[in-house]
């Protein structure tokens, strides 16, 4: 329960009507399965398998229903889950768990950026390492262990923390390695094998030191000791800017130091926790030590662009912080006489996390909010939805980001080619600061150049040899260049136009067959943890029945 009272205190106005849209976390009412999130589209997939996933279970579950379970779920999982992984510990080191995972920067931060997998992902992480552990021991039916490992893993950088959690603590000779290897690869497969389709354009990624850890108050590495620390500073709640920042530390370091040498001494797997926080350091502080060096590096080696926003892997950090934290809460109580004292104290370790970082109350001190889509968005999908003639669709203006203003003027990936019906072509390009981060996809560089045309039919006649049938803008955007094509729908400031028919060419998907052969795997995985839950549900309800008649 106090992991939910947490939550509830921490997502405040987003528990609300309408959807929270806060830069990189962007949901609509009905997600369509375009190829863009199937992974089969002409940019390098990001949002693999998570867009998916959210568009299958929209059908069962609202969208705006299903947001907020996911939301309010992860805090409460990871707060259960590090409850769980020191059971044996008393009640207070329990509670102080619960609020040190809840209530720290890694979650107020990734909340506001919207990264939601990754809050998945660190939801995960507990419980994977009590999974991992009962597969070393020789139980392999771990029932909940495929279900929280497919929601560990809703994106590439999720899918990294999740399977190396896992791996390290149930990887066992003779414990059916091939076997549990083989359900992290079937788990993974969606962005492992779209991401090797796209490695060209990966690799030609680049940005380590504008996506690089910054460290609040803290020098990078000390802010990345307390799980903090973020590349887009709007995102840091104000308290990591102060002195609170550096009180968080030295608190949590006295706490890990009080517990180490118990938790080293009652733990069996302290080789594997250790190195868990050892490899999650290094590589969140990697960026910040040696941008130029990874830059480099990326251009040899396909998929290292993943990790340009290395803070995202600090979750390996969360079992050695969670196992210490509780043996320091118990040794610390053991030291104090009395109850009054021992109790006293109790209640300081575990409101501490929340105390020193106050403004990650009631939706990050307003940070974060609800809004609702305009109606003249959903009457252009509409429009857009009857239309039959061929084309991706054109989304201007030419940006990746908006500030609207029925979304209360807060940052957001543009939510209009998610709303659509077709696959998009959007600006990949990022514009951090004075640094100019170009996208990956090379179909859109194609459709910029042909924007930068001042031959109106010559415009259009190059867009549509790009595929490119319909042309969206949101006037209350920003300035768009103007295309001549037939008015399909106007109103609310959208306009959608049909281009004329002339020469046409659809891109050509070539990495169909390897993406249709990951997506079987994966859904193969969600059969399994749909019958394991199944399973679970019903041995759960069969205990108390069996309690009854003894």
Known sequence: MWAVALGVLMLGPALGAGFVLSYDMV????????????????????????????????????????????????????????????RERSLPARLAVVSLTVWSPYVAERLWMGHWPMLLAYAAVPWLVLAGRRWAAGNPGVTWMLPVLLAGSLSASAGIVSAAVLLATGLRRGRRPALLLAVVAAVNAPWLVASLTHTSQAASATGFDVFALRGDALPAPLAALSLGGIWNTSVVPASREGWLAWVALVLLGALVATGARRWWRSERQRVTILALWAVGLAVAVAGWAAPQALDTLSQQVPGLALLRDSSRLLPLCLPLLILTVAAGVDALGERLRGSAPRWAAAVVVVLVPVTVLPDAAWGLAGGIGTADYPQAWRQARAALAEETAPGDVLVLPWSAYRAPSWNDGRPVLDPLPRMLTRTSVVNGDLLIGSHLIRGEDRRAEEVADAL???????????????????????????????????????????????????????????????????????????????????????????????????
Do not use: C, F, N
């Open 27 to 86: 949901w609509v009412p009905d997600l369509v399965l375009t190829k863009d999130v199937l992974g089969l589209g002409s940019g390098l997939p990001r949002a693999v398998p998570s867009d998916a996933v959210v568009g299958v279970l929209d059908e069962i579950v609202p969208g705006l229903v299903l947001q907020k379970i996911v939301l309010l779920g992860a805090l409460v999982l990871v707060g259960a889950g590090a409850a769980e992984l020191v």
């Open 452 to 550: 930068a045309g001042t031959d109106v039919a010559g415009q259009v006649t190059s867009l549509r040899q790009l595929g490119i049938g319909y042309v969206i803008t949101d006037r209350s955007a920003g300035d768009a260049p103007q295309i001549a094509g037939e008015v399909v729908y106007e109103g609310g400031g959208i306009l959608v136009q049909r281009l004329p028919e002339r020469e046409h060419r659809m891109p050509e998907t070539t990495v169909a067959p390897a993406m249709a052969g990951a997506w079987a795997a994966y859904g193969l995985a969600w059969l399994a943890a749909a019958t394991s839950t199944v399973l679970l549900l019903i041995s759960t309800l069969r205990r108390p029945a069996a309690k009854v008649r003894g």
